[in-house]
């Protein structure tokens, strides 16, 4: 089956600078990559995600790339701000297949100091 | 986005006794899956919903301790079993999305005294 592994487990940057946790996987047939924000107490919440078919995506100060041929992706925050610190986890899973399931990684605590 | 809603929040179980928590859409969905959140640790899956047939479970997971129930396409109900400390979790149920694989549940967070 599949298996994430994730990378750093914990993060401190100073707010402004930039943040890049990186996962990889070991199932080529996962072809959906989405990376989930969990604030303290809160449900985990999708923040980006990408499908196998491109190797970038942005969505403002968030980035995800995907290599295929290596099998990991990375996420990166660009001018980290205080409300940024919270754990993230990557994961990966097998999209709209007879599996929607999610398996994770271990997640990295992201600690942005002002 | 899907709204979800899970009962209870959290609760605090004697060890020995059995909870059931409850995990309502309110749109219908072919699979629902419930997801365990040791303390500090990552999700990991337990088992997958499916409407009309029994659950299918992950590794180290059976269904005697955690039986499923999936009565309709919006509904679906985890029981944890003869409850032991190492029980105590954040259990959260799922659905996919049009947009997103898994959209959480709020979660119930269970301790086990």
């Known amino acids: 089956g599949e298996n994430v592994e994730q990378h750093p487990s914990t993060l401190s940057v100073q707010e402004g600078d930039s943040a890049v946790i990186k996962c990889t996987y070991s199932?080529?047939?996962?072809?959906?990559f989405p990376w989930y924000k969990q604030e303290l107490g809160k449900r985990p919440q999708l923040i980006i995600d990408?499908?196998?078919?491109?190797g970038e995506k942005k969505d403002q100060r968030i980035a995800v790339t995907l290599n295929k041929t290596a099998k990991h992706f990375s996420l990166h925050i660009t001018e980290t701000q205080p409300e940024d610190s919270a754990v993230y986890f990557c994961?990966?899973?097998?999209?709209?297949?007879?599996?929607?399931?999610?398996?994770f990684g271990k997640g990295t605590k992201l600690s942005v100091k002002p | 986005s899907a709204v979800i809603s899970q009962k209870p929040s959290r609760d605090i179980c004697q060890r020995g006794t059995s909870l059931t928590i409850q995990c309502q859409v309110d749109?219908?969905?072919?699979?629902m899956f419930w997801y365990r959140q040791q303390p500090g640790q990552s999700l990991t899956l337990i088992a997958t919903?499916?409407?009309?047939?029994?659950?299918?479970?992950e590794s180290g997971f059976v269904i005697d301790k955690f039986p499923i129930s999936r009565p309709n396409l919006t509904f679906s109900t985890l029981t944890v079993s003869n409850m032991s400390p190492e029980d105590s979790s954040i259990y959260l149920c799922?659905?996919?999305?049009?947009?997103?694989?898994?959209?959480f549940g709020q979660g119930t967070r269970l301790t086990v005294v």
């Open positions: 799922s659905v996919p999305t049009g947009l997103t694989e898994a959209f």
């Open positions: 199932d080529s047939a996962s072809n959906y």
């Open positions: 990408i499908r196998s078919n491109v």
């Open positions: 994961a990966a899973s097998i999209y709209g297949g007879s599996q929607g399931n999610l398996i």
């Open positions: 749109s219908q969905v072919t699979m």
């Open positions: 919903a499916n409407q009309g047939s029994e659950a299918t479970y």
